[in-house]
């Protein structure tokens, strides 16, 4: 009898270090899609039914975004529109086996009730101006950001990710806009929001609200407002870069705490982020997934600065210890095209690609065959 049992768990053994042999790592195909409270079914459906036929690991849908609709009960902060998108999406996402993360915008929350009731949550930038009541940046109605060193802040946030994180079939929250404002826009989009930044100017310069002035005070003795050069004081950057990562990592250990895959999108390269929006996602812990979004256009690089920026991506992360993987996130683009970036980041050592956006399928539907046939084979 005890022969007949160490047999059979030799066997059972082997049969699972054959099973293990076999699975080899795959290039992983993740996609975002806008989303709408109002999306016809048989859109919705179809991208589900697409994304299972050719390959898609995941959609990340935005359920929450620069214009959120209020549902219902606005009198509390619960996000009815984005519950509702969800809902409509996990039918289809279980019907099909794909895979369905929330994405939600995070530090830039636009919603009138929370803008009415709580702007001293908001960020306040170098001129003084609150950015909820004060003062539209880059004249855009949606950039309305949300102060890290708020305790209010991130518990608002942790409540809508529990609140999210009930719908059945979701595997995971996405968190996007987990940043400052541009303190400096993507150099490829200067001229056409007709901005001159060849420098850090205040007013795009964020926060220095009254928390975090006396925080940084009570750390360092300084009064952010009255240093000459803000960006070159080391420790004022620094103050900046720990916030958000903070905000980051308590949110992401929060979707982890209700069970669900957390990750974030990220700008293109670590240091660009620190430096154009203070994001020093290198150090968001407990994110399972980052993706960086490496839109070459608008940094005005070429093709190739997908690999480098992928590249510098993965060392960093390395670097800091960071168990997070990193798909590299690009525009969508031409259906011949994709075979090259596939490439560009396969060499670069990535283990996947997401594109923006989905909706692009609806002009080009010859790109649906193009990510069929994406080799998902890693060396
Ligand atoms: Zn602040």
């Not at 042999?21 to 589900?48: I, R, S």
């Not at 940084?216 to 240093?227: M, N, S, V």
Request: hydrophobic share 40%; proline share 4%.
């Amino acid at each position: 009898m005890k022969r007949t049992i160490v047999k059979l768990l030799v066997l059972t053994f082997s049969v699972m270090m054959v099973i293990t042999g076999c699975q080899k790592e795959t290039f992983k195909v993740y996609a975002w899609l806008e989303g709408k409270v109002d999306m016809p079914q048989d859109e919705l459906e179809n991208y589900f039914k697409k994304a299972a036929e050719t390959g898609i690991e995941g959609i990340l849908i935005e359920c929450h975004g620069g214009y959120p609709v209020i549902l219902q009960d606005s009198s509390s902060f619960r996000d009815s529109a984005a519950l509702v998108i969800l809902r409509n999406a996990a039918v289809y996402a279980k019907k099909y086996g794909v895979e369905l993360h929330a994405w939600m915008w995070s530090t830039n929350r636009c919603e009138a009730n929370l803008r009415e009731l709580h702007p001293d949550w908001y960020q306040v930038n170098g001129l003084g101006q609150n950015v909820a009541t004060d003062v539209k940046l880059y004249n855009r109605e949606h950039y309305r950001f949300l102060c890290p060193s708020h305790e209010e802040s991130v518990e608002y946030l942790k409540d809508r990710v529990r609140e999210l994180a009930e719908v059945d079939g979701l595997t995971g929250i996405h968190l996007d806009f987990i940043r400052y404002p541009d303190a400096i826009l993507p150099y490829g989009l200067h001229e056409s929001r007709g901005v001159v930044q060849d420098k850090v100017y205040p007013l795009w310069d964020c926060c220095y609200c009254d928390v975090c002035r006396a925080k940084f005070k009570e750390q360092t003795g300084k009064d952010p407002l009255e240093l000459e050069d803000p960006t070159s004081d080391e420790q004022w950057m620094q103050f900046r870069w720990d916030a958000i990562a903070n905000m980051a990592s308590e949110v992401c250990a929060e979707i982890k705490k209700c069970g669900k895959v957390s990750s974030a999108a990220v700008f293109a390269s670590p240091e660009e982020s620190k430096k154009l929006v203070r994001q020093d996602w290198v150090n968001f812990r407990n994110a399972d997934y980052l993706f960086p979004m490496i839109y070459h256009h608008s940094y005005a690089k070429p093709d190739e600065w997908v690999g480098t920026a992928t590249q510098e991506g993965i060392e960093a992360l390395k670097e800091a210890g960071n168990p997070a993987v990193l798909y590299s996130g690009i525009t969508m683009p031409k259906a011949e095209d994709i075979p090259m970036f596939v490439q560009i980041v396969k060499d670069a050592g990535g283990k996947g690609i997401c594109f923006f956006q989905l909706k692009r399928t609806l002009k080009h539907p010859e790109l649906w065959d193009a990510i069929a046939a994406i080799d998902r084979t890693m060396k």
